[in-house]
């Protein structure tokens, strides 16, 4: 079932919206197709959906409209934090805390994995805020390499 969004109130991010389907609670989470002319926004599903995941679908569409999306992987991000870190001063360095902290909270990585297949980030925000090992600069550069 083909559904068309017209008269958009900014540019739709497409792979947001693949993602947000897949963590909703719509009960078809098939999409076969997506795709933005620059005017028409389509979409296309396995089957008709129900009201409500019409209107789910609505709202993903409006949330997604104008958005950053990531597409870096959990590899690359946790790339990123390591070779951003400060190897340089008395020990423990900038990065020997970063490995301190994922070898004593793995959680963390599950975090990242969590919000790359989903794009909510706030949980591994969090564990970077509330971490005790990390000094107020270590956590500033892992924020600014997270996404918001």
């Given at each position: 079932?083909?559904?068309?969004?017209?008269?958009?109130?900014g540019?739709?991010t497409?792979a947001?919206?693949?993602?947000?389907v897949k963590g909703?609670e719509?009960?078809?989470?098939n999409?076969?197709?997506c795709?933005?002319?620059?005017?028409q926004l389509?979409?296309?599903?396995?089957?008709?959906l129900?009201?409500?995941?019409?209107?789910?679908?609505?709202?993903?569409v409006?949330?997604s409209l104008?958005q950053?999306?990531?597409?870096k992987?959990k590899?690359?991000?946790l790339d990123?934090?390591?070779?951003?870190?400060?190897?340089?001063?008395d020990p423990?360095?900038?990065?020997?805390?970063?490995?301190?902290?994922?070898?004593?909270n793995?959680?963390?990585i599950?975090?990242?994995e969590?919000?790359v297949e989903?794009g909510?980030?706030?949980?591994a925000?969090?564990?970077?805020?509330?971490d005790?090992?990390?000094?107020?600069?270590d956590?500033?550069?892992?924020?600014?390499?997270?996404?918001?």
């Amino acid at each position: 079932m083909e559904y068309f969004y017209n008269n958009l109130s900014g540019v739709p991010t497409l792979a947001k919206i693949h993602v947000d389907v897949k963590g909703s609670e719509m009960t078809d989470k098939n999409i076969d197709s997506c795709s933005f002319d620059g005017s028409q926004l389509k979409i296309i599903f396995d089957n008709e959906l129900s009201a409500g995941d019409k209107t789910l679908l609505d709202t993903i569409v409006d949330n997604s409209l104008d958005q950053p999306y990531i597409t870096k992987s959990k590899i690359e991000i946790l790339d990123e934090i390591f070779s951003s870190a400060s190897t340089e001063g008395d020990p423990p360095t900038q990065q020997d805390r970063f490995i301190s902290v994922l070898n004593s909270n793995p959680i963390f990585i599950v975090a990242i994995e969590s919000a790359v297949e989903s794009g909510q980030w706030a949980f591994a925000r969090g564990l970077i805020q509330s971490d005790g090992t990390l000094t107020a600069d270590d956590k500033t550069l892992m924020l600014g390499i997270l996404p918001e």
